[in-house]
């Protein structure tokens, strides 16, 4: 049946089948069938908690790189004002440390605290590592207060955007490969909720000021010295 005659004969049945259709399949659909004629208009589908928490993964990796940028340019003795590298510092706690791990530990972790298996294991070493991290950004935003702090204390400051951008390139897979997976396993349905993208589009818009102001380019390499 098309997606006219359904509206027209109130199948209510085909509708709701449409509503909780992937969007990929939902476009497949209508190219099929009607595509001219507009869609009813639906309540946010259901998203998958670990799916939003991946796409945080890359707001973290995006101002892990503009940190990285920063940390260059301040080991070459190239101009940079302490207040951008505040910016980021501060970015990064509320983001990373704030929010994104906190909606880790109270909904993900929590699911295997004091379990004797392998990824309850592995949850606590990634617990620990958010807890080094949380000193590590929180060093960040006070060695970046002025521009004399922060000149003094380069070589810190580069040592503890290394740490973190190197401990986020293990930590996250782990995640994502290995805890998100299991704890799907393990509750199902309960890993679905209708509040899509929760402060995502503020981080978004706000790492995106961050790059442009660092005229950051894609896939820009590093000159190491």
């Not at 890359?58 to 503009?66: Q, T």
């Not at 204390?153 to 897979?173: F, G, M, S, Y």
């Not at 349905?189 to 894609?218: G, R, T």
Request: with cysteine; proline share 3%.
């Amino acid at each position: 049946m098309c997606l006219a005659k359904a509206q027209d004969t109130n199948d209510t049945a085909l509708l709701s089948l449409l509503e909780d259709m992937h969007p990929s399949d939902l476009v497949n659909f209508v190219n099929n069938n009607d595509a001219d004629l507009p869609l009813k208009k639906t309540e946010p589908s259901l998203m998958n908690r670990t799916e939003e928490l991946m796409a945080e993964h890359g707001i973290n990796s995006r101002i892990l790189r503009a940190m990285d940028e920063m940390a260059h340019r301040l080991k070459a003795g190239t101009p940079l004002k302490a207040s951008l590298l505040h910016e980021g510092a501060k970015l990064l706690k509320e983001v990373l440390a704030d929010h994104h791990q906190e909606d880790e530990e109270k909904h993900i972790f929590s699911k295997f605290k004091g379990g004797d298996d392998e990824i309850s294991k592995l949850v606590v070493t990634l617990k620990e590592q958010h807890d080094d991290g949380d000193k590590l950004m929180d060093s960040l935003v006070k060695m970046s207060s002025s521009d004399e702090v922060m000149h003094e204390l380069t070589a810190e400051i580069v040592a503890a955007v290394t740490k973190l951008r190197e401990t986020a390139a293990w930590h996250n897979p782990q995640e994502e490969s290995r805890v998100f997976p299991a704890y799907l396993q393990l509750v199902g349905q309960e890993a679905m909720k209708i509040e899509k993208w929760e402060h995502f589009d503020e981080f978004q818009d706000k790492i995106e000021k961050l790059e442009n102001k660092l005229d950051m380019k894609p896939y820009k390499d590093h000159k190491k010295s």
